[in-house]
């Protein structure tokens, strides 16, 4: 198979950890003798600083011509100052919005090797495996927004289109996994919310019957997240929502260094990201893990490239590795390995 991929490894921690993703596809690229044929570009802090726009033109000419961008980290102290221009974070927005990466998928799954990493209650982590299933490039992130010294307006906004357009997308995977579909909002009071519960209510009646839906007011939905995780396959979500489901979902797997996502668009085109910041602390220690963005390229080989065979090989590379006892500064305090050593030993597992 020939595919072009772009790739923005970005910031902090980016570099490192995408340095390591690479060798991890390259490998799968010539052991399954495809041709993936691979496109540097600046995106975040980096491209501020050498461009003054975190998405510049040519990066994001390059990522529409691709198959499938894959992307590292971006953001750091040095562009945080809430007064600037323009930030990092704004370059994410904008890629988004301009690629129409609509749906973003994030899987928490608990590693029985890990187990023990996370805060929440052992007997309550046994045989996680949910599939978030978050609205992208709507609601309050992209309404109109008002600001001065005392007053400040956010405007959270949906339509039945992009309503019907994110659900289809999780009940589709939901049919693949266990039929079950978990749709969160706040019907009880916001007037988006009662019309995503309206939207998916009547297409999940008339053209998934088969699918068992559950409605959850999303302050419900953060205490069952901790009360009975093992109970849920795939969430469905508004953007706001979705975003910190997912990360207090990441504290299930012991470490949110683990976790990788799919930014997907139509045509199966997507953006696949770890969901880690760029983790500035600890650039250039060697105790980034590499295990989301190596995660992240399994996804992008899954969903983008339909090469389900090679994305399980990665995906079983890295849990062979959590057997064998190697864990990065994040998933143990005791003995851990570098960033490379890391890497390496997953590489290794594929060559």
């Avoid at 079950?180 to 209510?201: C, E, G, I, P």
């Amino acid at each position: 198979m020939k595919a072009e991929i772009t790739v923005l490894a970005g910031d902090g921690i980016g570099p490192e950890i995408t340095e390591h993703a690479l060798k991890v596809l390259k490998a799968i690229e010539k052991k399954y003798d495809h041709d993936f044929i691979l496109n540097d570009a600046l995106f975040g802090g980096i491209a501020i600083d050498e461009t003054g726009d975190p998405f510049p033109e040519e990066t994001k000419d390059l990522c529409k011509q691709s198959d499938a961008v894959l992307l590292g980290a971006v953001g750091g102290p040095k562009w945080s100052d809430p007064k600037a221009k323009t930030r990092p974070e704004k370059g994410l927005l904008d890629m988004r919005s301009d690629l129409g990466v609509y749906a973003n998928l994030r899987q928490i799954k608990t590693y029985p090797q890990l187990i023990d990493n996370s805060p929440i209650e052992n007997s309550r982590l046994e045989g996680i495996d949910i599939l978030f299933v978050r609205e992208l490039i709507g609601g309050i992130y992209f309404g109109d927004k008002e600001r001065s010294d005392d007053y400040a307006k956010d405007v959270c906004e949906y339509s039945s289109f992009e309503i019907e357009r994110i659900v289809k997308v999780a009940a589709d995977l939901s049919i693949k996994r266990k039929n079950k579909l978990t749709s969160v909002d706040k019907a009880n009071v916001m007037a988006t919310s009662q019309l995503w519960r309206s939207v998916t209510t009547s297409l999940i009646e008339s053209e998934y019957p088969s699918i068992e839906m559950e409605h959850l007011l999303v302050d419900a939905a953060t205490m069952h997240l901790l009360s009975r995780p093992a109970d849920f396959d795939v969430i469905v979500a508004e953007n706001l929502f979705g975003d910190i489901l997912t990360d207090e979902a990441s504290m299930l797997t012991g470490s949110i260094g683990m976790i990788p996502s799919a930014s997907l668009g139509d045509n199966n085109f997507g953006v696949y990201e770890p969901i880690h910041g760029s983790a500035p602390d600890i650039q250039g220690k060697g105790l980034a893990n590499p295990c989301g963005m190596i995660l992240s390229v399994a996804m992008m080989l899954k969903h983008s490239l339909q090469l389900v065979q090679e994305s399980n090989e990665i995906e079983n590379a890295v849990e062979s590795v959590l057997n064998d006892g190697m864990f990065t500064a994040d998933l143990s305090s005791d003995h851990h390995v570098s960033t490379d050593e890391m890497g390496t030993a997953i590489l290794t597992k594929i060559i």
